[in-house]
C-alpha cells in the first residue's frame, strides 16, 4: 500500500460532495498502472476514460466512493487541497522505497542526454517535482539516508512548482532503490527509460 499512497500523494485528489459523500479519485494517462492500483484496493469501481482535449492523450479515472478511506488518507496527511501543502507522511523505512517509487510514477520524470563534450557520452537525470518544497526537501533528505544519494538540485520552477533532479550517478542510485524487490508494480515506460540508459552507457 505505500506505492499506492506514494502515487496519491502525486497525482490522487479527495473529493467532498455537497450531499457530503467521500470519494478518492486518481487518474493518470497509463491505464496498466491504475487497473494494479484497483487490484491492491479491492475496487470494484469502474475505470472511466477522459478526454478534455483533442490534442491530449486519453485520461484514465477511477474513482472510489468511501469515508473510510478518504478519513484514513487525512489521518496520513493528505488533503483536498494537497498540492501545494503536501507533507512527507511517517513511513516504515522498509517501505519507504515502494512509496517514492509510487510518487515517482506519479510526478517524476527520468530523462537521458547526450553530453556535447564528452563524446557522446550518455548522462542521466531523474527526480521529482511538486507544489510543495518542505515535502521535497525531506524526501531529499530520507533518500540522501536510505539510498546512497549524495546531492541533488533543488529549485522553484516559474514561481509554481518545485523540482528535485539527480545527476546520473545519484538517478542511478534512484533507480536501484526505487526498484528493490518492486515485483510488477512500477510504471513500465518510466522503468524502461532507466534501463535504457543503463544498457547503453
Not at 494494479?36 to 490534442?55: D, P
Not at 488533503?79 to 515517482?104: D, Q
Request: proline share 1%; net charge positive; charged share 30%.
Amino acid at each position: 500500500m505505500a506505492y499506492v499512497l506514494g502515487f496519491f500523494a502525486a497525482d490522487g485528489c479527495m473529493i467532498k460532495n455537497n450531499r457530503g459523500a467521500h470519494f478518492i479519485e486518481f487518474q493518470i494517462t497509463d491505464k496498466d498502472i491504475l487497473l494494479k492500483i484497483k487490484k491492491l484496493l479491492g475496487s470494484n469501481h469502474k475505470i472511466t476514460e477522459r478526454k478534455n482535449n483533442i490534442k491530449w492523450k486519453m485520461a484514465y479515472r477511477l474513482q472510489i466512493g468511501s469515508k473510510k478511506m478518504f478519513e484514513d488518507l487525512i489521518a496520513l496527511g493528505m488533503t483536498s487541497r494537497k498540492s501545494n501543502t503536501l507533507k512527507l507522511p511517517i513511513i516504515p523505512k522498509k517501505y519507504f522505497n515502494h512509496f517514492v517509487r509510487g510518487y515517482f510514477d506519479g510526478d517524476g520524470n527520468v530523462y537521458i542526454h547526450k553530453r556535447k563534450d564528452r563524446k557522446g557520452k550518455l548522462s542521466l537525470l531523474a527526480g521529482f517535482t511538486c507544489g510543495s518544497e518542505v515535502f521535497l526537501e525531506k524526501i531529499f533528505s530520507e533518500l540522501k539516508k536510505t539510498a546512497n544519494i549524495k546531492k541533488g538540485s533543488l529549485y522553484c520552477k516559474n514561481n509554481i512548482y518545485y523540482c528535485l533532479y539527480f545527476s546520473t550517478n545519484d538517478s542511478v542510485s534512484l533507480y536501484n532503490f526505487m526498484y528493490n524487490q518492486c515485483g510488477d508494480l512500477f510504471l513500465l515506460r518510466k522503468k524502461e527509460r532507466f534501463e535504457k540508459y543503463l544498457k547503453n552507457r
